[in-house]
């Protein structure tokens, strides 16, 4: 492993500027309040935001940054007021660390619109310091943004719930795609995408995986069990999809076209946007005339991410994951960009600083 730079009571790997390239840190966490969960960390997810912030893509970075927001791992002091967990108990901590706890959004357990939220990593919490994330041997986190993970659900597979999970659950729900024998289209097939896939199997829809790619076929159909899949270039295909889906979730990123995807919708549509692309182009009559919603999201808030967790565990609903060591880090972000990664890298952190 390279030499550590810094001192602190916390062995982390950090981008020192907008290179990306992550290296061996050390910081201190904070000591445990009185409503804090302190959790040793075992597993991180790799999320395309672990990129975006390291290379400074949104030009707000803070150096040194420590990323990853898909936390999984065990208890090991809980603060004096703290009643939900115990030492020894599987947790996991995801996109935001932090909000303030009493506004509209946060009163209904919709944290993560909370204009005061905090995220995980490179965010600003309450006491000025900048937060740092699971690509770290632990984390302090006050107990309403920790998340109990059923005994039995490997740890390794529950990391990628915190952010790749919930992105897609949320938005879900909220349009109500858990309907039996209803149409579910979902584009791109990613980290976000495969776990529609999974979602929209195990709530019993029928399930079409819209792809750029004719390569992604295969696993499509044959390793996530999607229903049919078409490729989003080719006319032919698309017109066999036309005004036949009930909903879309849309994960592609960089920019796309809509009005191609929202004429596939019947009537009264729903189209989920996961993404952020630099703008948004649709013909008004691709809604209007259809009744059809294009609809945004962001993760979700702690009562969605709860029941998430325990759904998957329910249901025996598990990503596909690559493990790697964090030494691997900076080639499995460049691997991430290319898009070469089937479907989520996870980092075995509790292995890689030893």
Not at 105 to 122: G, K, R
Not at 134 to 139: C, D, W
Request: proline share 4%; glycine share 10%.
């Amino acid at each position: 492993m390279a030499a550590e730079c810094g001192s602190g009571n916390c062995d982390a790997w950090a981008a020192r500027d907008p290179s990306g390239i992550l290296s061996p840190y050390k910081f201190n966490r904070r000591v445990v309040q009185s409503d804090d969960v302190s959790l040793r960390i075992t597993h991180c997810g790799v999320c395309y935001a672990d990129v975006a912030w390291t290379r400074n893509i949104l030009n707000n970075s803070m150096y040194p940054l420590v990323p990853g927001h898909e936390i999984a791992g065990v208890v090991t002091e809980v603060g004096a007021d703290v009643k939900s967990f115990k030492v020894g108990d599987h947790v996991g901590v995801g996109t935001y660390v932090n909000s303030c706890r009493d506004c509209e959004n946060c009163n209904s357990s919709l944290e993560n619109y909370c204009s005061q939220h905090v995220f995980t990593f490179n965010g600003v919490d309450t006491d000025g310091t900048v937060t740092k994330g699971g690509y770290s041997t632990h984390i302090v986190v006050h107990e309403r943004y920790c998340f109990k993970i059923p005994d039995g659900y490997p740890l390794e597979k529950a990391a990628p719930l915190l952010c790749a999970g919930i992105t897609v659950y949320s938005p879900m729900m909220r349009h109500n795609m858990n309907q039996p024998g209803k149409s579910l289209g979902v584009i791109g097939l990613g980290g976000l995408g495969h776990m529609a896939v999974k979602f929209g199997k195990a709530f019993g829809l029928k399930v079409t995986v819209i792809s750029t790619s004719e390569s992604k076929r295969k696993e499509a159909i044959d390793l996530l069990g999607a229903d049919n899949f078409v490729v989003s270039w080719n006319e032919n295909q698309m017109e066999t999809l036309k005004s036949s889906l009930h909903f879309i979730i849309d994960t592609a990123s960089g920019d796309h076209p809509f009005d191609p995807y929202l004429t596939l919708l019947k009537v009264g549509g729903v189209m989920a946007l996961l993404s952020f692309p630099s703008e948004i182009k649709v013909h008004p009559a691709n809604l209007n005339l259809g009744g059809r919603s294009l609809s945004g999201s962001v993760t979700g808030g702690t009562k969605d991410i709860q029941e998430m967790i325990n759904f998957c565990a329910a249901n025996k609903i598990y990503p596909d994951i690559e493990m790697i060591k964090i030494d691997y880090i900076n080639e499995a972000l460049q691997r991430l960009v290319d898009r070469d990664v089937r479907f989520r890298f996870v980092i075995d952190i509790e292995n890689s600083f030893k």
